[in-house]
């Protein structure tokens, strides 16, 4: 029986040992299509959830094991992943991450088409073609005719198209109308203090807040830190609407490197 207890004694740190040194160091470099560092990168270990930011030079070390991904996440920019193999840890990393094309701004039309065709087409400001086209066409029809009217007889297999060489007013007017409802249901505004208090409630409820507890930090303390992110970022106004967790954390690990520095949390 002693036998037995002495064998299970030092089996145990064997199996913590090797938990221990399975983790790693690892250096890399962000770039920007392997031209110039950019900086900061949120650096995220998606296995063990620990994070960090590039420095000013891209550089960056975090902690990992074997078959860890590492996430690589900056505003106007795609997120890279990629999954940590043995011969990653032989040479410091090289990641290049790609912009994300610019989106053009949103067209907003103040003008609300009043049903008057007459008016309305003036100020849509039809173009010198259509306008050009309008008036032949006008001019053909109150023209006397000058040849023979043909036999009041259609083939039975002639279908006429009734819309051909006629430009739809209404057509264009409708293509205005839908332009005004896209323009104006994608409007960000500023977000109440209902509406702030309601995103804060939902960061701390989906976003995992253990980068700012692991400083000691109390929940008192924590939504005084979300508050300032808030402010300084304007979080709720931009993503109340459209919360995307990873945008979010981003947004919060940016704002608390500078409230770091200003509340003196490292000296703690």
Same mark, same amino acid.
């Given at each position: 029986?002693?036998?037995?207890?002495?064998?299970?004694?030092?089996?145990?740190?064997?199996?913590?040992?090797?938990?221990?040194?399975?983790?790693?160091?690892?250096?890399?470099?962000?770039?920007?299509?392997?031209?110039?560092?950019?900086?900061?990168?949120?650096?995220?270990?998606?296995?063990?959830?620990?994070?960090?930011?590039?420095?000013?030079?891209?550089?960056?070390?975090?902690?990992?094991?074997?078959?860890?991904?590492?996430?690589?996440?900056?505003?106007?920019?795609?997120? /890279?992943? #990629? =999954?940590? +193999?043995? *011969?990653?840890?032989?040479?410091? &990393?090289?990641?290049?991450?790609?912009?994300? $094309?610019?989106?053009?701004?949103?067209?907003?039309?103040?003008?609300?088409?009043?049903?008057?065709?007459?008016?309305?087409?003036?100020?849509?400001?039809?173009?010198?073609?259509?306008?050009?086209?309008?008036?032949?066409?006008?001019?053909?029809?109150?023209?006397?005719?000058?040849?023979?009217?043909?036999?009041?007889?259609?083939?039975?297999?002639?279908?006429?198209?009734?819309?051909?060489?006629?430009?739809?007013?209404?057509?264009?007017?409708?293509?205005?109308?839908?332009?005004?409802?896209?323009?104006?249901?994608?409007?960000?505004?500023?977000?109440?203090?209902?509406?702030?208090?309601? /995103?804060? #409630? =939902?960061? +701390?409820? *989906?976003?995992?807040?253990?980068? &700012?507890?692991?400083?000691?930090?109390?929940? $008192?303390?924590?939504?005084?830190?979300?508050?300032?992110?808030?402010?300084?970022?304007?979080?709720?106004?931009?993503?109340?609407?459209?919360?995307?967790?990873?945008?979010?954390?981003?947004?919060?690990?940016?704002?608390?490197?500078?409230?770091?520095?200003?509340?003196?949390?490292?000296?703690?």
């Amino acid at each position: 029986m002693r036998t037995y207890i002495k064998r299970i004694f030092y089996t145990i740190p064997f199996f913590v040992s090797a938990g221990f040194f399975s983790q790693q160091q690892i250096t890399g470099t962000v770039t920007e299509n392997s031209k110039k560092n950019i900086t900061p990168v949120l650096i995220i270990n998606v296995s063990n959830r620990k994070s960090t930011l590039s420095d000013t030079l891209g550089n960056f070390t975090i902690e990992v094991s074997e078959n860890d991904e590492l996430r690589f996440v900056k505003e106007g920019y795609y997120r /890279f992943d #990629k =999954k940590i +193999k043995q *011969e990653d840890f032989r040479f410091p &990393l090289m990641i290049s991450l790609d912009k994300t $094309e610019i989106e053009i701004p949103e067209v907003k039309i103040t003008y609300k088409p009043t049903g008057n065709l007459e008016r309305d087409n003036r100020h849509l400001n039809e173009s010198r073609k259509v306008v050009s086209l309008r008036s032949e066409l006008d001019e053909y029809m109150k023209s006397p005719l000058n040849e023979a009217l043909p036999d009041n007889t259609v083939s039975k297999t002639f279908k006429p198209d009734y819309n051909a060489g006629h430009v739809s007013i209404l057509g264009v007017l409708d293509a205005a109308v839908g332009l005004f409802k896209k323009a104006t249901e994608l409007k960000i505004t500023k977000a109440n203090y209902t509406e702030t208090q309601d /995103f804060i #409630k =939902k960061v +701390k409820e *989906e976003i995992d807040l253990e980068f &700012l507890r692991k400083y000691g930090m109390n929940e $008192e303390q924590i939504d005084h830190f979300l508050i300032y992110a808030n402010d300084i970022r304007m979080m709720a106004k931009k993503y109340r609407k459209n919360f995307k967790a990873d945008t979010v954390e981003y947004e919060l690990k940016i704002a608390f490197s500078e409230y770091r520095k200003i509340r003196k949390l490292d000296n703690l």
